[in-house]
């Protein structure tokens, strides 16, 4: 079982360039998730999803852009990378429901640094 | 926005001692969920709370939904070395929809 799957695993970047962190899930879930993950911090939502077409604001989206044009994909955009976004990223996917906040599955993640 | 507080940070404990961590969050949660994250891995669900009072068991680990809604316990009985690695809270508010709030985890290590 695929479950969500992140790619890529680790990325080094150099401040100002640009990329897309992919995430995909292949569970049919509505909602998906960003979050990145500081060292000793806990996680902190940079961006969310309740289904295709449609995104929200977390606590943290400045510099990064995300579309859901499909159930299954929820990319991250980080358009002029800064030292600043330099974190672990993690997707995150779970059914609709209110009360199915404990069937959010997370991917391994992406160890991105920006030199 | 919205912030929980996780204590302790760090926790050495030698292998066979009982772990208590707990949360404490400003506002009401109405759900309160303990993960756990192995290295170079996200986080995985360990128990879910959703009823102030609640008590719910997983094997070694009991986890307590506080009576004031705006806490939560985390208990593992008889450590073990393979239960290294660092927990999460993370709780959701009545208002907050489908959107979690993580504390800043607690970094257990158990000597064998």
């Known amino acids: 079982n695929a479950g969500v799957t992140q790619t890529p695993k680790f990325r080094i970047l150099k401040i100002g360039q640009s990329m897309t962190l992919q995430c995909t899930q292949d569970?049919?879930?509505?909602?998906m998730y960003w979050y990145r993950q500081d060292p000793g911090m806990g996680l902190k939502l940079i961006y969310y999803?309740?289904?295709?077409?449609?995104?929200d604001k977390g606590e943290v989206p400045n510099g990064y852009n995300v579309s859901r044009s499909t159930t299954e994909d929820f990319p991250l955009r980080l358009e002029l990378a800064a030292p600043s976004q330099t974190s672990v990223y993690f997707c995150?996917?779970?059914?609709?429901?209110?009360?199915?906040?404990?069937?959010?599955?997370f991917g391994s993640g992406t160890q991105l640094s920006v030199l | 926005g919205q912030q929980l507080n996780q204590s302790p940070q760090s926790m050495f404990i030698q292998e066979g001692e009982d772990v208590s961590m707990n949360c404490t969050s400003s506002?009401?949660?109405?759900?309160w969920l303990w993960y756990k994250q192995e290295p170079g891995e996200g986080p995985v669900l360990l128990i879910a709370?959703?009823?102030?009072?609640e008590l719910t068991s997983n094997g070694r680990l009991t986890a307590q939904f506080g009576i004031t809604r705006k806490d939560s316990f985390l208990n593992i009985s008889a450590s073990i070395p393979s239960d290294v690695g660092i927990y999460f809270c993370?709780?959701?508010?009545?208002?907050?929809?489908?959107?979690?709030?993580f504390g800043e985890g607690t970094q257990l290590t158990v000597n064998p």
């Open positions: 995150a996917s779970r059914d609709r429901g209110l009360t199915t906040n404990e069937k959010l599955f």
């Open positions: 569970m049919n879930h509505n909602y």
């Open positions: 999803s309740v289904g295709a077409g449609i995104t």
């Open positions: 506002s009401i949660f109405n759900t």
């Open positions: 709370l959703y009823k102030a009072g």
């Open positions: 993370a709780g959701q508010e009545e208002t907050s929809g489908s959107r979690l709030t």
